[in-house]
């Protein structure tokens, strides 16, 4: 196979030594293998077989072979390595059949596109998400038997304001004070600028950089919108710069949802749209916040499945550390305009006509560890089986509710539906509703199993270990 022009071409201009394929595992983190350069050809005509087995949530030892292919158009050197490599996205194939693997998280993205324009409701689904996370400068823990905990430290630390070694200059973040502070006391800003930067040299654009509400080191990066599969890529080419940008300076990111007690948790907002040819389908003039039919009966279909859609979008013990009032975090299950209490929000910072262009939606209960190859196609799903179904979010009690849902009492708060309280609850949610996921052959009843055997034992796992609160309630009694 003759190497494509603009592959060769980086392969001079760079001096590449090593070639780096890149795929997606079934929690949605990078996994990798490299090949020298000589190797390129081979692996550009054949792929590259690995040990599935090997990968979690992927196959069994006894039917563990697998092939990489290389998408020819994601090359991109490498800005963190010492030898010149050139890296690529890989899908992952069943060798023996000659088929698309099942469980790559990509190729579920790539179905559930294929599905959207095969519906005939819209061309493209835009989405616009937002992964907050934390810079620490130390990140410390242990889970042995006698031993258990955590310590997280950063410069920014609002617990840091009383350090009597060395020099104390103060400018330290309170808990829920780190919105849009300047430096000093926003000691991140070149970090961020960096990372930014790299982003965009991956052909990933950034529309804004900033510090959030959290104290010790919270930040946002804000991507501008793009396709389904495009922008599961760019989540995952986004944590990859993240981190490694954060250990060039002798810091650590963490997207756990939730890492610090007291303080606001990171999430992933997800903003999102349909599209068919240059109309958004989600726009009207004449209607609550500028919605039209079809994009009410799409929010009708998330809060209609928010219970099972939580165990891809929120998908960890921790999601739910999270999901508790007074936070900014989402646990009431209801759509509102401008209001960041409503799990889903439509933004009005630009309305009228000429801004139809920029009418979405916001799902505020994803958080940065979902997997976007997952809950992006998940979400979608849920949203078109809206639209097939008619459901109208008014009409089933979501609202509209512009007030804070939050300080509502009685029996008005009573009405409002919760989300679950914990990964368990969602996982049971998901094996009870999930036949809006195996529409048109997206999600396969081999993957939901893999993804709620994976999660179950997670649950598991946490539960099984006591956490040193318990010692702090109990050890007296």
């Known amino acids: ?105 990509r190729f579920i993205a790539e179905k559930a596109e294929a599905y959207l324009k095969k519906s005939g409701v819209a061309d493209t689904s835009y989405w616009g998400p937002e992964a907050e996370f934390f810079l620490f400068s130390h990140s410390s823990y242990t889970t042995d038997p006698h031993n258990m905990g955590f310590k997280l430290d950063s410069p920014e630390g609002g617990w840091n304001t009383g350090e009597q070694p060395g020099e104390n200059l103060g400018y330290r973040i309170a808990p829920k004070s780190g919105y849009f502070p300047l430096p000093p006391f926003d000691t991140l800003q ?17 529309e804004m950089h900033h510090h959030e509400v959290a104290s010790a ?63 958004n389908l989600f726009y009207a003039s004449a209607s609550y916040a500028e919605l039209s039919d079809l994009a009410m009966y799409y929010i009708g279909g998330i809060l209609t499945h928010i219970d099972s859609l939580l165990a891809f979008c929120a998908p960890t013990t921790n999601s739910y550390r999270r999901l508790v009032p007074h936070y900014e975090a989402p646990v009431n299950v209801a759509f509102s305009k401008r209001n960041r209490s409503a799990i889903i929000r439509i933004p009005m910072y630009f309305s009228g006509k000429g801004h139809a262009k920029s009418k979405r939606i916001e799902f505020r209960a994803p958080d940065p560890m979902a997997n976007p190859y997952f809950a992006f196609p998940a979400m979608l799903m849920a949203g078109l089986d809206g639209i097939k179904r008619r459901i109208d979010p008014r009409k089933a009690g979501f609202g509209p509710l512009d007030k804070n849902i939050w300080d509502l009492t009685g029996s008005e708060k009573s009405q409002i539906k919760s989300v679950p309280g914990s990964l368990g609850e969602s996982i049971a949610a998901l094996e009870k509703d999930h036949d809006y996921l195996l529409v048109g052959d997206v999600f396969t009843e081999d993957v939901l199993n893999a993804w709620t055997d994976l999660k179950k034992a997670e649950v598991q796992e946490v539960a099984l270990r006591p956490t040193p609160y318990e010692f702090h309630l109990y050890s007296g009694i």
Request: proline share 5%; charged share 25%.
């Open 1 to 105: 196979m003759a190497i494509p022009a603009k592959i060769s071409k980086l392969v001079k201009d760079h001096k590449i030594e090593m070639i780096d394929l890149r795929f997606a595992d079934t929690l949605g983190v990078w996994q990798h293998a490299s090949v020298p350069v000589g190797e390129l050809d081979s692996v550009l005509e054949d792929g590259m077989g690995f040990d599935g087995s090997s990968i979690k949530g992927f196959q069994n030892i006894y039917d563990s072979d697998l092939l990489l292919r290389l998408e020819p158009d994601s090359a991109h050197v490498d800005p963190f390595l010492s030898i010149p490599t050139l890296s690529f996205v890989c899908t992952v194939h069943d060798p023996e059949r000659g088929v698309r693997y099942s469980r790559d998280p």
């Open 190 to 206: 070149d970090v961020r600028s960096e990372m930014s930067l790299l982003l965009r040299d991956w052909g990933i654009d950034v």
């Open 217 to 279: 080191g919270q930040c946002e990066i804000d991507m501008r919108f793009d396709s389904l599969v495009s922008m599961a890529d760019k989540v995952v080419k986004y944590k990859y710069v993240v981190r490694n940008t954060a250990r060039r300076h002798g810091l650590t990111a963490n997207f756990m949802p939730k890492p610090l007690f007291g303080d606001n948790g990171s999430g992933m907002h997800v903003h999102n749209s349909l599209w068919k040819g240059n109309t």
